[in-house]
T-cell receptor, first 112, second 114 residues
Framework: QKEVEQDPGPLSVPEGAIVSLNCTYS??????FMWYRQYSRKGPELLMY????GNKEDGRFTAQVDKSSKYISLFIRDSQPSDSATYLC????????????FGGGTRLMVKP | ETGVTQSPTHLIKTRGQQVTLRCSSQ?????VSWYQQALGQGPQFIFQ???????GRGNFPPRFSGLQFPNYSSELNVNALELDDSALYLC?????????????FGQGTRLTVV
């Protein structure tokens, strides 16, 4: 069993939909939770970073962390075709940029 | 402020050869990490350098080695290449070592081993 599990998709939604992306994890010691977006043949781009439990909002993006359930989520409101990409969750014990453990990624397609 | 840059973008090597990949960290960042991303998978942590010292390593064999230089740029070296080493190699930089800032990634080097 992988330390971080993520549904690979693909997830296909119409433009304007609310998208929910999720990860579960097994290591309760993780303290830092990140979401990255990766376009084809590009490096991952940091979207959101949360320390410990709680919610964080940035524009159309909301990240939620539930440490009691070992479950994190990323919500995208008013999804756009430009949001079509692979979304990676990442976690760390040591710091937001340190020794990250990634999920396998969820491929999202937003159709016009 | 310049971002993380990696070179080369692509390369093809033969099984058994050695390869060196390079990374320039983002301005002001003193920590560099390397990741291997196989096709259709998430990145896997190889190792991390902080102020020229390796301070963390993932589950990779010793034929994966690295260096960090005084200007915080870094190299990843892979010896005795195997077909399974074919992947996108990603470099990420951050500031402050453990407990430090978020990591920002370069565009990656796509390595093909034939």
């Amino acid at each position: 069993q992988k330390e971080v599990e993520q549904d690979p998709g693909p997830l296909s939604v119409p433009e304007g939909a609310i998208v929910s992306l999720n990860c579960t994890y097994s290591n309760s010691a993780f303290q830092y939770f990140m979401w990255y977006r990766q376009y084809s043949r590009k490096g991952p781009e940091l979207l959101m970073y949360t320390y410990s439990s709680g919610n964080k909002e940035d524009g159309r993006f909301t990240a939620q962390v539930d440490k009691s359930s070992k479950y994190i989520s990323l919500f995208i409101r008013d999804s756009q075709p430009s949001d079509s990409a692979t979304y990676l969750c990442a976690m760390s014990l040591y710091g937001a940029g340190n020794m990250l453990t990634f999920g396998g990624g969820t491929r999202l397609m937003v159709k016009p | 402020e310049t971002g993380v840059t990696q070179s080369p973008t692509h390369l093809i090597k033969t099984r058994g050869q050695q390869v060196t990949l390079r990374c320039s960290s983002q301005s002001g960042h003193n920590t560099v990490s390397w990741y291997q991303q196989a096709l259709g998978q998430g990145p896997q942590f190889i190792f991390q350098y902080y102020r020229e010292e390796e301070n963390g390593r993932g589950n990779f064999p010793p034929r994966f080695s690295g260096l960090q230089f005084p200007n915080y740029s870094s190299e990843l070296n892979v010896n005795a290449l195997e077909l399974d080493d074919s992947a996108l190699y990603l470099c990420a930089s951050s500031k402050g070592g453990q407990g430090g800032t978020e990591a920002f990634f370069g565009q990656g080097t796509r390595l093909t081993v034939v």
